[in-house]
């Protein structure tokens, strides 16, 4: 009998084939071990993304969620209050904004690559995507770089979950309470030294009179950091993993940068780190021959959506001239990625400079370690060998 | 289920049929239709999913929200009074027929 399970490490290394039976024999599926309905064609996910009122994100998004998350994020709050806070936070993530970070990026790939000149192989995650993401991230808010460690670690730890329990784990909680304590320790230096910092946007933003609570800030700053951290780095080790396996690929975007932000796009497509969302139904719904009751939770999987050939012909054929709009990457709706111009224009800058200096690169293992997670997918190291 | 038309700056012309609650957005981008952007997914963050609706079309639409407002200031083309963004206009039965004309730029 089918199984899918969310937290089998069968699933972290290759979901997959097991989308594929998903969305052609099960589309509406009970998982049992998710306990929840499992959504895999992108049309069924898209109307699902569109329908917040019957799929509500207001009892938490990530597929194991963290105590006292829900309510206090974006993610995990309905519109109409979702709309006003998005509306107070979004300014700090448009397009213009976001532009302002194209030379901290650079040079902070830029040093990367430095630390590693010469090496015949490096791990892509410690050496590059994971320094990156934290240098960009702490000059964001002006983080104390002396806890840069700490709170990589933390980040990576607060994603996870436990294989065997099937839930979080007590490291994975502690990381997360940690993290919590980290952003109100943050938030409260920037309320007592306002800088020019994102945190202190977050604080001081206001529209129509309405700011965020001291608690909304912080679990602002929270997501932020393991979004902008954990969620980026997997990202772009994603796409580091996409260009060493395909060397075709990799060979027009180093020949050819304009290339890279199409190559990024059909990377968010083919695997984006951000595999899985859940929802939570306000009332009953019959799909596929199934019935979803009030009260259970969705999971839409985006990854799945992604691969549908309904949607996207040759779904598992990685084409960099694809070209493909409306893909589930970065979701969709009304929570679609705050952080997407970011991620698109970090992605770019940083593989402009890595492709200069590496152009030629191949994978060194054969089978990665795969992050244990059951919303987000990457390798927790990545080696790659220099030509 | 909506059949929606698409002018496209160039004059070309599309006619979708975008299943009920989808977005005019969404129905743009799964079928191909150039002028429509959409960057920010959806999530009225990015204006590059403007367009004209059609004058006769432009009572039905639910109004604009205050974001919605907002960010039709930051339009690349020209706000124009049945300025909308197609990401904010959900397709019901009696948006059937709607017709849109896109603007030259989103970005």
């Given at each position: 009998?089918?199984?899918?399970?969310?937290?089998?490490?069968?699933?972290?290394?290759?979901p997959?084939?097991?989308?594929?039976?998903?969305?052609?024999?099960?589309?509406?599926?009970?998982s049992?071990?998710?306990?929840?309905?499992?959504?895999?064609?992108?049309?069924?996910?898209?109307?699902?993304?569109?329908?917040?009122?019957?799929?509500?994100?207001?009892k938490?998004?990530?597929m194991?969620?963290?105590?006292?998350?829900?309510g206090?994020t974006?993610?995990?709050?309905?519109?109409?209050?979702?709309?006003?806070?998005?509306?107070?936070v979004?300014?700090?993530?448009?397009?213009?904004a976001?532009?302002?970070?194209?030379e901290?990026?650079?040079a902070?790939?830029?040093?990367?690559?430095?630390?590693?000149?010469?090496?015949?192989?490096?791990?892509?995650?410690?050496?590059?995507?994971?320094?990156?993401?934290?240098?960009?991230?702490?000059?964001?808010?002006?983080?104390?770089?002396?806890?840069?460690?700490?709170?990589?670690?933390?980040?990576?730890?607060?994603?996870?979950?436990?294989?065997r329990?099937?839930?979080?784990?007590p490291?994975?909680?502690?990381?997360?309470?940690w993290m919590?304590?980290?952003?109100?320790?943050?938030?409260e230096?920037?309320?007592?030294?306002?800088?020019?910092?994102?945190?202190?946007?977050?604080?001081?933003?206001?529209?129509?009179?309405?700011?965020?609570?001291?608690?909304?800030?912080?679990?602002?700053?929270?997501?932020?950091?393991?979004?902008?951290?954990?969620?980026?780095?997997g990202?772009?080790?994603?796409?580091?993993?996409?260009?060493?396996?395909?060397?075709d690929?990799?060979?027009?975007?180093?020949?050819?940068?304009?290339?890279?932000?199409?190559?990024?796009e059909?990377?968010?497509r083919?695997?984006?780190?951000a595999?899985?969302?859940r929802?939570?139904?306000q009332?009953?719904?019959d799909l596929?021959?199934q019935?979803?009751?009030?009260?259970?939770?969705?999971?839409?999987?985006?990854?799945?959506?992604n691969?549908?050939?309904?949607?996207?012909?040759n779904?598992?054929?990685?084409?960099?001239?694809?070209?493909?709009?409306?893909?589930?990457?970065?979701?969709?709706?009304?929570?679609a990625?705050?952080?997407?111009?970011?991620?698109?224009?970090?992605?770019?800058?940083?593989?402009?400079?890595?492709?200069?200096?590496?152009?030629?690169?191949?994978?060194?293992?054969?089978?990665l370690p795969?992050?244990?997670?059951?919303?987000f997918?990457?390798?927790?190291?990545?080696?790659?060998?220099?030509? | 289920?909506?059949?929606?038309?698409?002018?496209?700056?160039?004059?070309?012309?599309?006619?979708?049929n975008?299943?009920?609650?989808?977005?005019?957005?969404q129905?743009?981008?799964?079928?191909?239709?150039?002028?429509?952007e959409?960057?920010?997914?959806?999530?009225?963050?990015?204006?590059?999913?403007?367009?004209?609706?059609?004058?006769?079309?432009?009572?039905r639409?639910?109004?604009?929200?205050?974001?919605?407002?907002?960010?039709?200031?930051?339009?690349?083309?020209?706000?124009?009074?049945?300025?909308?963004?197609?990401?904010?206009?959900?397709?019901?039965?009696?948006?059937?027929?709607?017709?849109?004309?896109?603007?030259?730029?989103?970005?």
């Open positions: 009998m089918f199984r899918f399970d969310p937290y089998a490490p069968a699933v972290d290394a290759d997959f084939p097991f989308y594929r039976t998903l969305r052609d024999d099960h589309p509406c599926f009970w049992e071990e998710a306990n929840m309905w499992v959504l895999s064609r992108y049309e069924d996910i898209v109307t699902a993304l569109n329908d917040w009122e019957t799929y509500s994100s207001a938490g998004n990530l194991d969620e963290m105590p006292n998350r829900a206090n974006l993610g995990t709050t309905d519109p109409p209050r979702h709309d006003r806070l998005r509306g107070i979004q300014f700090a993530f448009t397009r213009k976001v532009e302002g970070l194209v901290p990026v650079r902070s790939a830029n040093a990367a690559l430095d630390a590693v000149r010469g090496e015949r192989s490096f791990d892509f995650v410690a050496d590059f995507s994971s320094k990156v993401t934290v240098d960009v991230l702490f000059g964001l808010f002006n983080l104390p770089r002396e806890k840069e460690r700490m709170v990589r670690d933390k980040a990576v730890l607060m994603v996870q979950s436990d294989p329990s099937r839930q979080k784990g490291e994975h909680l502690a990381a997360f309470q919590g304590d980290y952003a109100r320790q943050m938030v230096l920037r309320k007592r030294e306002p800088g020019d910092d994102l945190i202190t946007a977050l604080i001081q933003a206001e529209v129509n009179g309405e700011k965020l609570a001291d608690r909304e800030v912080q679990m602002t700053v929270t997501t932020l950091i393991m979004a902008g951290i954990e969620s980026l780095s990202f772009l080790t994603m796409f580091a993993l996409n260009l060493a396996d395909h060397a690929a990799r060979r027009r975007l180093a020949a050819n940068p304009a290339l890279i932000p199409d190559a990024i059909e990377s968010l083919f695997n984006t780190s595999q899985r969302f929802r939570c139904l009332k009953d719904v596929h021959g019935t979803m009751r009030e009260g259970d939770f969705v999971c839409l999987a985006y990854g799945a959506g691969r549908d050939e309904r949607r996207f012909p779904p598992d054929f990685y084409d960099i001239d694809r070209k493909p709009r409306g893909h589930l990457g970065f979701g969709g709706g009304v929570h990625c705050l952080g997407t111009a970011f991620a698109r224009l970090a992605s770019r800058v940083a593989f402009e400079e890595f492709l200069k200096r590496v152009p030629e690169f191949e994978r060194v293992q054969e089978h795969w992050m244990p997670s059951t919303t997918r990457s390798p927790t190291r990545l080696d790659l060998a220099v030509a | 289920m909506a059949k929606v038309t698409f002018i496209e700056h160039s004059g070309e012309t599309l006619a979708v975008i299943p009920t609650g989808w977005t005019v957005m129905g743009a981008v799964q079928n191909g239709v150039e002028g429509i959409a960057e920010c997914g959806g999530s009225c963050a990015c204006a590059t999913c403007h367009c004209y609706v059609e004058e006769e079309f432009l009572d639409l639910a109004p604009p929200s205050e974001t919605e407002e907002e960010m039709l200031g930051c339009t690349a083309a020209e706000r124009l009074p049945n300025s909308r963004l197609s990401c904010q206009i959900r397709v019901s039965d009696d948006l059937d027929g709607l017709v849109v004309r896109l603007p030259e730029v989103q970005s």
